[in-house]
C-alpha cells in the first residue's frame, strides 16, 4: 500500500537518523504527529510555545552536526517558529521547519488562520516551498533537506491540512546525499599567503567555529609562527583549555586587555574559520590572510591582502610546508603574561574572601553596598562543579559575560547560545534539546532573568519530559546588558528594572526543584547540591544589579559616559 505524504515526510527524517521533531500540536499537523505516533525511532517533543521548538532544534543541530527538526501548525503556530529559525539561519546550522496551512481549495481565500509561508519565511528560509499535490513527494523532501544541509540554514515546507493524508503516487525511499566536498584554495593563493606571513615578525591568530575541526593543524600553525591565539566566543570549545599554550582568550566587549593587545601590535593577522562582526576590534594598519569557507566571507569585515576560499584543517595542511619557523617567540611570550595576569585578576572577582580584603571593601563601596552574590563568583563556582563534558547554554546578556570569563571549555565540554542572531530567551530551550540529544551529559543553562521570563511556559516541558537540565539563574532584577549600554552613553538607567517573582518559588510549583541563593555564604553549597540533586533544578541566585563587566579595551568615552549615568541617576527622577 502506498503511503501518505505524512508518513514519508516521518519515514526519511527517521532515516536521516532524526529522533525528535519539536512543537506545538495542531489540527493541520494531524496527519504528521499521527504518523510520528506510530513510528518507532522518533519521538514528538510537544513544547508550550513554537519559538521555544524552533531553538531546540537548533540546539540538536548545532551539537550533532546533522538536521534539525521543528513543526508549527497553521498561521500562528508557524508564525511563532520565526525567532527560533532566524537564530539556526544566523548559526548556519540546518533546520527543517514542517509548516501547516489551510486547506489547499481555501488558499489564497483570506481563510481563518491563512498566512502566506512562504513569503513570511522568505527572508529567514534557504529554500520554502508548499506542497500542493502528494506527486511532489518525496523530491519536494529531498530538495529542503539538501538545500538546509548544503546551505546550513532553514528549510520551511508547508504541507496544507488536506495534504498530509493524501497517498503518493510514486512511494520510494528518499534519496538525500548528504556527503560534502573538502576543498581548499590552489597553490598561487597559498604561495601568496606563505610569502606574507613569512615576511612577518609578529602574527597573530584570530580562530572562530569554522576552525574546531582543524585544531591539530591549527595549533601546529601558532607553534610555527610564535602567534597568539585570540579566540572568538564560538571557538571556546575546542581551543580553551590547558593543552593550548597560545590562546590568549577573547577579544570585543566580553574579551581581555591581553588579546586586544596581541591584535593591535601585530604586524599580520590570520583569520581562520570567523567572521567576527566588531570592525572596532580589528587592528588598523595590519596585512591579513583570510581562511574560511564562505567566499563572500572574506574580506567583508576587514580589508584582506589574501583571501583563502576553503576548509580551514585542509587549508593549513597544503599551507603548513610553506611557511617558516619565527625564532623569535616575544610577541607570544609578552601577549601570554598579560593574559595569565588578566586571569589572576578575575580570579580575585570570583574569590568571595576578596569582598573582605581591603581592595574588595573598597570596590564594594562603589558597586555592591548591599553586598549581594557577584555574578563572577557564581559563573566561576559552576564552573568547578560542573562536569567535564558538561554542556553549556547560555542568554544573550549579562550570562553570556559572565560563561565567557569563567566557565572554562575545558575536556569535552559543549557551548552553544544566540552568539550570531543575539536574541534572549534562548538559554533553557537550547538546553532542552541539547538534553534530548544527549541524555546521559549533564546539561547547564546560563539564564538571565529576563530571558528565563520570556520563554517561562516550556519549563513545563522540561518537567513533563523529566530532562535533568540545570538552569542557573543571574537573577540581578534586571535587562543588565542593556542597563550597561545605556551607562556607557551616558544616558541613565531606565527601563531595564524587572520586577521577578522567586524563579525557585515558581519552579518549585512547576515540580522542579528549586533553590534559592541570596547570601555569598550559600554560594558553593547551592551551587553543589543543585548539581548533586537528580532530574531538573532551577537555581534561582540573587546577583548584584550594579556588577560593572569593563571590555577589554575601554575608552575614555565609555568611562565618561558610566560617569555622567551615575550622576543622573543620583538625582531626583533620574534627570539629567
Known amino acids: 500500500m502506498a503511503r501518505t505524504v505524512a508518513h514519508v515526510i516521518v519515514d526519511a527524517l527517521k532515516d536521516l537518523g532524526v529522533q525528535h521533531v519539536f512543537g506545538v500540536v495542531g489540527d493541520a499537523l494531524n496527519p504528521l504527529t499521527d504518523a510520528i505516533r506510530t513510528t518507532d525511532g522518533l519521538s514528538w517533543v510537544g513544547c508550550r510555545h513554537e519559538e521555544a521548538a524552533a531553538f531546540a532544534a537548533g540546539a540538536q543541530s548545532q551539537l550533532s552536526g546533522t538536521i534539525g527538526v521543528c513543526a508549527g501548525t497553521v498561521g500562528p503556530g508557524s508564525v511563532h517558529l520565526l525567532n527560533g529559525l532566524y537564530d539556526a ?316 570569563r569563567f566557565v572554562t571549555m575545558r575536556g569535552a565540554r559543549r557551548l552553544i547560545g544566540s552568539y550570531n542572531l543575539g536574541s534572549m530567551a534562548n538559554a533553557m530551550p537550547q538546553a532542552l534539546g541539547a538534553q534530548l540529544w544527549a541524555p546521559d551529559r549533564q546539561v547547564v543553562a546560563f539564564c538571565g532573568d529576563g530571558g528565563l521570563s520570556m520563554l517561562l511556559g516550556d519549563l513545563m516541558t522540561i518537567r513533563t519530559y523529566r530532562l535533568p537540565v540545570k538552569l542557573v539563574v543571574f537573577d540581578n532584577r534586571r535587562l543588565g546588558m542593556v542597563k550597561l549600554e545605556q551607562e556607557q552613553a551616558g544616558l541613565p538607567e531606565f527601563g531595564t528594572e524587572l520586577d521577578n517573582p522567586d524563579f525557585a518559588a515558581v519552579a518549585t510549583a512547576l515540580g522542579i526543584t528549586g533553590i534559592r541563593v541570596t547570601d555569598p555564604a550559600d554560594l558553593h553549597d547551592s551551587v553543589r547540591r543543585a548539581f548533586d540533586t537528580p532530574g531538573p533544578v532551577l537555581l534561582d541566585v540573587l546577583t548584584n544589579p550594579e556588577e560593572v563587566a569593563v571590555p577589554g579595551k575601554p575608552t575614555v568615552a565609555q568611562g565618561w559616559g558610566f560617569a555622567m549615568a551615575k550622576v543622573k541617576e543620583a538625582l531626583p527622577g533620574g534627570a539629567g
Open 89 to 404: 539561519a544566523k548559526s548556519h546550522t540546518p533546520v527543517l521547519a514542517i509548516c501547516g496551512q489551510v486547506p489547499l481549495a481555501e488558499m489564497g481565500s483570506d481563510y481563518f488562520q491563512e498566512v502566506d509561508n512562504d513569503l513570511l519565511f522568505r527572508d529567514v528560509a534557504v529554500y520554502r516551498a508548499t506542497v500542493t499535490s502528494p506527486e511532489q513527494m518525496p523530491r519536494m523532501l529531498e530538495s529542503a533537506v539538501r538545500a538546509a544541509v548544503g546551505q546550513g540554514g532553514v528549510a520551511v515546507l508547508t504541507v496544507p491540512g488536506d495534504i498530509g493524508d493524501l497517498e503518493t503516487g510514486e512511494d520510494r525511499p528518499a534519496r538525500i546525499a548528504l556527503d560534502r566536498a573538502v576543498t581548499r584554495p590552489d597553490d598561487p593563493a597559498l604561495a601568496e599567503a606563505a610569502e606574507l606571513l613569512n615576511a612577518a615578525s609578529r602574527v597573530t591568530l584570530l580562530v572562530g567555529r569554522g576552525a574546531r575541526d582543524a585544531r591539530t593543524e591549527v595549533l601546529r600553525t601558532a607553534e610555527l609562527l610564535a602567534a597568539p591565539m585570540v579566540l572568538t566566543l564560538k571557538a571556546k570549545e575546542g581551543f580553551e583549555d590547558d593543552d593550548n599554550p597560545f590562546q590568549v582568550g577573547q577579544t570585543g566587549l566580553i574579551g581581555n586587555p591581553a588579546a586586544g593587545h596581541a591584535l593591535d601590535h601585530g604586524d599580520a593577522l590570520l583569520m581562520l574559520g570567523t567572521d567576527f562582526p566588531y570592525r572596532d576590534w580589528y587592528p588598523k594598519d595590519c596585512k591579513v590572510v583570510q581562511i574560511d569557507t564562505r567566499e563572500e566571507h572574506l574580506g567583508r569585515r576587514v580589508p584582506v591582502d589574501v583571501g583563502l576560499a576553503g576548509d580551514v584543517g585542509a587549508t593549513l595542511r597544503a599551507l603548513l610546508p610553506l611557511l617558516k619557523a619565527v625564532p623569535d617567540r616575544a610577541h607570544l611570550d609578552e601577549a601570554r603574561e598579560r593574559f595569565a595576569h588578566w586571569q589572576e585578576g578575575q580570579r580575585r572577582l570570583a574569590d568571595p574572601a576578596h569582598e573582605h580584603r581591603w581592595t574588595g571593601r573598597l570596590r564594594a563601596a562603589l558597586d555592591n553596598r548591599d553586598h549581594e552574590i557577584r555574578p563572577e563568583a557564581l559563573a566561576a563556582a559552576v564552573d568547578a562543579y560542573a562536569d567535564q563534558d558538561a554542556v553549556f547554554t547560555s542568554d544573550t546578556g549579562m550570562a553570556t559575560v559572565w560563561l565567557s
